[in-house]
């Protein structure tokens, strides 16, 4: 005795669209989460780059480095 399976064609007209789009917004949401993490580190270690940097200037360099600060 074979049976037979119904099986159902997708169709994808018939699919609503906004749920494409919410998978796709939580996978950017995801991977802006990661850059954002990502670009936080690289300013903590810039930061203390800049600070290791200050620390060896001499007087005069200290000044010149103020002064370009200061233009941006």
Same mark, same amino acid.
């Given at each position: 005795?074979?049976? =037979?399976?119904? $099986?159902?064609?997708?169709?994808?007209?018939?699919?609503? /669209?906004?749920? @494409?789009? +919410?998978?796709? *917004?939580? +996978?950017? *949401? #995801?991977?802006?989460?990661? @850059?954002?993490?990502?670009?936080?580190? @690289? +300013? $903590? +270690?810039?930061?203390?780059? =800049? #600070?290791?940097?200050?620390? *060896?200037?001499? =007087?005069?360099?200290?000044?010149? *480095?103020?002064? @370009?600060? /200061? /233009?941006?």
């Amino acid at each position: 005795m074979e049976e =037979e399976k119904e $099986t159902e064609e997708l169709d994808m007209s018939k699919k609503p /669209r906004e749920e @494409i789009a +919410v998978f796709g *917004l939580g +996978v950017a *949401l #995801n991977h802006l989460k990661e @850059i954002a993490k990502t670009q936080k580190e @690289i +300013v $903590t +270690v810039l930061r203390y780059l =800049e #600070n290791k940097v200050e620390a *060896l200037l001499d =007087e005069p360099a200290q000044e010149r *480095l103020a002064q @370009i600060k /200061r /233009r941006f």
